[in-house]
Every structure is written in structure tokens, then in C-alpha cells.
């Protein structure tokens, strides 16, 4: 009986741990930085999104999104513009909003820090994540549409 314990105790310590899974990163042209925990994510779960860096005179969407071609706005995007600011679908972060956004942005943090929740859903329109590149997006909102200053991926698989 002592020889299977010290087998089993010494076959636990020499087998390889897990390792323990990183943040997934990405790090923008000017300094911002956005991160996830996991690339792999479930349809219906809910994923924590921090950013920091970001230009604090510039507002952003967070949202899931369909990868677009290089140097073209992201489209299409779940929850799309939140001008309701109602639910995780999508997150409008600007720390310089208009009059008729009070209540439905949410001011950065010093240093150009945010964390939210996203909502996953497999699909976007028509468009399903699971057969197309998806992707947790930063953008600028729609004050600054044609700027692409503020984009950044972390593209994610939807467990099936």
C-alpha cells in the first residue's frame, strides 16, 4: 500500500501542471492597449474587456465585430452604435461626450483606462462568428468615423 501511495504522490509531481492561462493583449500605434482573458469564448457568455492608453479626447465603441479589411471601419458590430446605452452588446466610452449623450457613454478612467463586459453572441446580422473572423473591436465612435486611429483586434473562436 506504501509504494502505490508513493507512486501516485510521485507520478503527480513529475506530470506537467496546466499552465495557467494569460490575458490575451494587444497594443495599439499610440500606446493604448486592450485585453481579454481568453480568445476562446462561448456563445451567451460574458467577457471582461480592459483597455488603457487610450486618447481620453477621442470616444470609442467596444463591441464584437466582424474583421474588416485592413485600414476599413469595422463593421458590422454586435449591439451596434449604442446610443441607448442599455445592455453589453456594445459599450460607447468618451470622456468628451455630446449634450445629447449624457447617460449613455461612459467616461474614461484616468489614464485612458476602461474595463466593461461584453456579450457574446454567435452571430451579427447575418454574419456567424463561428464561420467568419470575429473579433473583441476598439474604434472610434461615430463623432470620428473615418478615423482609424483607435482601431484594435483580438480576434476570438466561439465555442461551438
Known amino acids: 500500500m506504501r509504494k502505490v ?13 496546466a499552465p495557467a492561462q494569460a490575458a490575451v493583449t494587444v497594443k495599439g500605434d499610440y500606446g493604448q492597449v486592450l485585453s481579454i ?14 483597455g488603457r492608453g487610450f486618447d481620453e479626447t477621442i470616444g470609442i465603441y467596444l463591441a ?8 476599413k471601419k469595422p463593421t458590422p458590430c454586435g449591439g451596434g452604435v449604442n446610443k441607448a446605452g442599455l445592455g453589453e452588446a456594445s459599450v460607447w466610452i468618451s470622456s468628451n461626450a ?6 449613455l457613454t461612459d467616461e474614461f478612467l484616468p489614464g485612458g483606462r476602461f474595463t466593461h463586459n461584453l456579450s457574446v453572441s454567435a452571430k451579427i446580422g447575418k454574419f456567424d462568428c463561428r464561420k467568419v473572423r470575429c473579433a473583441v ?24
Request: hydrophobic share 45%.
Open 5 to 17: 501511495i508513493l507512486f501516485i504522490i510521485s507520478t503527480a509531481l513529475v506530470l506537467p501542471l
Open 37 to 50: 482573458k481568453s480568445q476562446r469564448v462561448a456563445a451567451g457568455s460574458i467577457i471582461k474587456v480592459s
Open 64 to 71: 464584437i465585430c466582424v474583421i474588416p479589411e485592413k485600414g
Open 98 to 103: 455630446p449634450a445629447y449623450a449624457v447617460g
Open 137 to 160: 473591436t476598439v474604434r472610434s465612435d461615430h463623432l470620428r468615423t473615418g478615423d482609424r486611429t483607435q482601431d484594435l483586434f483580438i480576434p476570438i473562436t466561439i465555442r461551438k
